[in-house]
């Protein structure tokens, strides 16, 4: 099925870190806002690594962004996708990039994902400059990667002086 891209990204003049996934779920797109399987483990990752509560609503999640000086988005602006699974996805486009770096002045960019790394130096590395750190996904079919595991590449990328970045 093609889909497109169903929301904006989140962004503020003070986002200096850029954090891309590849494209939202189904339980993403019902619920209108980045990471929305609960068995996602990315809003937990991200509460822990500032020390915060887990946000269970969408304007939480959104000022968790924005107060940590993050901005939010996919690589894929529109895709053929089956379900969920990043496997099943073909014939991507890539997001209109300029959109979030004449909102902010982007300093780090972090791909979610293996899917998310690769597209984005494929399509988008080319347009910033920039290269991206690919960190291990959040996603419940990312197993093999548990929450502690998670959390220190997680820390290490968005905190640089915590964690541990070696075994990105």
């Not at 929305?36 to 959104?62: C, I, K, S």
């Not at 379900?83 to 073909?90: E, F, I, L, M, N």
């Amino acid at each position: 099925m093609t889909a497109a891209h169903p929301f904006d990204p989140v962004v503020s003049p003070e986002s200096r870190i850029l954090i891309l996934g590849s494209f939202p779920s189904v339980k993403s797109r019902e619920q209108g806002f980045y990471y929305g399987h609960p068995q996602n483990r990315f809003w937990r990752v991200l509460a822990e690594v500032y020390g915060e509560p887990v946000p269970m609503t969408v304007p939480d999640r959104r000022a968790l962004i924005l107060r940590h000086g993050l901005a939010l988005w996919d690589v894929i602006a529109s895709c053929d996708i089956t379900g969920s699974s990043d496997a099943t996805v073909r014939n991507a486009a890539p997001v209109d990039i300029s959109r979030v770096l004449q909102a902010a002045d982007i300093q780090t960019i972090l791909c979610n994902g293996s899917l998310s790394g690769k597209l984005y130096a494929k399509y988008l590395q080319p347009i910033t400059g920039m290269p991206a750190a690919t960190l291990p996904s959040t996603s419940p079919a990312n197993a093999a990667w548990t929450l502690p595991r998670l959390l220190s590449v997680w820390r290490g990328a968005l905190i640089p002086d915590q964690g541990d970045t070696a075994h990105v």
